[in-house]
Nanobody, 123 residues
């Protein structure tokens, strides 16, 4: 089992930026994949971005592509999400995930989750 703790959320104006961080601990193996999801009230949990540390491959949800950037350090089990040009529709609880076994953009494919960090973007 991996324990994940997110940080960096807050309230910003539209067009602003935030940088989220996630630190993972525990587990027998280094995490090869980590991801960020988000969920707004009344909506499904949405895939935001993921990274494959082994191949340096990244994936992004259509709604954030070109605005967000995921990075991290597999050796330290950390992942970051740089969010730029934020929009009110980006408002959500953002969750860090690890332990992939399936399609990256499916929340059900991830084994370990943090408790989330709130991001609020005002117009």
């Amino acid at each position: 089992q991996v324990q994940l703790v997110e940080s960096g959320g807050g309230s910003v104006q539209a067009g602003g930026s935030l940088r989220l961080s996630c630190a993972a601990s525990g587990g027998r193996l280094l995490n090869r994949f980590m991801a960020w999801f988000r969920q707004a009230p009344g909506k499904e949990r949405e895939a935001v971005a993921a990274i494959n540390f082994g191949t340096s491959t990244t994936w992004y949800g259509i709604s954030v592509k070109g605005r967000f950037n995921i990075s991290g350090n597999a050796a330290n089990n950390t992942v970051n999400l740089q969010m730029n040009s934020l929009k009110p529709e980006d408002t959500a609880m953002y969750y860090c995930a690890a332990g992939l076994s399936g399609a990256w953009d499916s929340a059900a494919a991830w084994r370990d989750w943090g408790r989330g960090t709130q991001v609020t973007v005002s117009s």
